[in-house]
């Protein structure tokens, strides 16, 4: 059988959780710009390029576009 002990936490230990749980937005954010860079490389860009070649519709990029952004949606601000 496991025993956990409890350990206080020292004054640094706290600032530094403190600060980790501050960061959580842009972090969160950071995530889904990264997620969005891959998906409009994979997804919206050469429907992009084929529509300059005219090979597809302006219409088909954009909803490319839109649907990258639906399926990774910036978290709302905090307050």
């Given amino acids: 059988?496991?025993?956990f002990i409890e350990v206080p936490?020292?004054?640094e230990q706290i600032a530094e959780r403190?600060?980790?749980e501050a960061a959580s937005y842009?972090?969160?954010v950071a995530r889904v710009k990264t997620?969005?860079?891959h998906a409009y490389q994979v997804e919206a860009d050469p429907?992009?390029?084929g529509w300059q070649r005219g090979e597809n519709t302006e219409q088909d990029w954009?909803?490319?576009v839109q649907s990258v952004?639906?399926?990774n949606p910036y978290p709302e601000p905090e307050a």
């Fill in 18 to 20: 403190e600060a980790w």
């Fill in 47 to 49: 429907l992009f390029f």
């Fill in 26 to 28: 842009e972090r969160h």
């Fill in 69 to 71: 952004k639906d399926a």
């Fill in 35 to 37: 997620a969005r860079f």
């Fill in 9 to 11: 936490l020292t004054a």
């Fill in 62 to 64: 954009l909803d490319a």
């Fill in 1 to 3: 059988m496991t025993e």
